[in-house]
């Protein structure tokens, strides 16, 4: 079934909406999930909340993505889940590696802590990606917002893992001097 | 969390950048990668089928061939070198009848009759005939039966034309060569040979060159005695251009005369002298004269053993010998693939 149709039924308040997104999209925010839990009850939970929250989201929205409307919706349900589960970070899996290596971009967050400042991060954070190469991008977008293992996106793109890992470090030293050009981040090492 | 804000700042990025690397990672990817192969019969199964294709290429082949060469070089009668050393030569049993064949001293009784052929054949001094041999014997001490053919080879007054030695399989100890034997002697000698070893097979060629002979006898003589007649010619002349005619025509004459009558010079070599081929192998065991169904089976096994054992040795020697070869082509490869790599990395890249 395509998107419009599934976001139709939704509109429609028809379940099987729901059924139609978990077969169309289940495998993929299922992998969202648990490269950020690491857990498969916790990610099929998450799943679960995902369906709701997209009954809950659509309408008013009319995602014109549907696939990402999914996915970012199962992503920061994890993430707050995650949050939850942990006050420190504990537990195998790449995202905790992840957040470590963003820690390098923004030290401190005293100064970014409600939802409009988030806003501006994010679209900072678009400009940013505009300006990378295409593969530079997938390559930050995939261990970022998927949270894949190094390993796998070696795979998926024919590099080394050290070439992978070389290729990130690099692109969060451009995205951090971005940022602080930006305003967003002081030069010693405090956010804006 | 210090980087809370930043999580959430990038969950929110655009969804296009979402979208394009979710449509990176739904690609199939067919990277050659060592830990993609699975070990399965059926690869297993192609791994030994190229290895096999590889060993027969690279390692029997060109042995095979060679030994072809080399028997034919010295040998030009035999098809097969491998089977005529170890048993009789067919072609030697070919003319004789099935039941010689099965008695133990078929093959001397041949030879002598052979031999008595010839002889008969020679009793008539009008006939001019060629008598070229092959024979292939097996010795337990090969310097012993060089020595003693080489002292045999002096006391009848022959002489080798051509000799050479080598060893088969890393193993077996060869000596080819090729002697030219008084016809007046041919027979003794023969049999003088047979008790320096173990004779595997012997085949022998009478060519009558009679009527050849004859006839470049008669030019011969037609010619001389057009020399006379143009030498009658070349006394009487008395003109500068009756002399240098005569001279011209008689120059001809005698470079024919000389052409027919070194003919004659090698047909009476050829005939004066029979020729042998013979080739000589060092075993340590000699092949028994009809050897049962399960005797050659065991001696087939063995042989192949043998030969297998030797291709691997040679094979192993060949790939040495082109090491640097290898390692080149193996570097130029390794090279081609990382800047085939790098290049599909940066397309990946942009």
Redesign the interface.
Known sequence: MEDLQIVELYWNRDEKAIEQSQQKYGN?CYSIAYNILHNSEDAQESLNDTWLAAWDAIPPHHP??L???L??IT??LS?NKW?SMTAEKRGGGNFPLS?DE??E?????RS??DRL???Y??E???RF?AKL??????VF??R???F?SVKDIA?????SES?VKM?LKRTRDRLKEYLIKEGLVNENRQ?A | MKTDKLLDAIGMIDDSYIKEAHEEKKKERRIFRLSDFRLSWELMGKLATAGICLFLAVGILPNVFHSYDQKSASDGSYNSYGSSYVYKDEEAYASEPMEAMAEDNAFDEYKTDANSLTENLRKDENKKLILTANMQMETKDLDETISSLLEKVNACGAYVQRSSSYTRNSSTRIYEATLRIPADQYGAFIAELKGAGNTLSYNDEIEDITDSYTDIQARINSLKAQEERVLDFYRKAETIEDLMSVESRLSDLRYQIEYYEAQIKNYDLLVAYSTLHITISETTVYTPENPGFFSRLGGSFTDGWHDFIGNIGDFLVDVVYNIWTILLLAGLGYLGYRIYKRIRNRKNAK
């Not at chain 1, 190469?133 to 997938?138: D, L, S, Y």
């Open positions: 993929y014109q993505i696939s990402t409307f996915g970012k992503r920061r993430l949050r957040l963003l820690e971009c923004i030290p401190d967050q970014i802590d400042e988030t806003q991060l994010s900072a954070i678009d990606l190469k295409e593969g530079e991008r997938k977008v995939c970022y917002w998927y894949d795979e998926r793109f024919g590099f070439k290729l956010t």
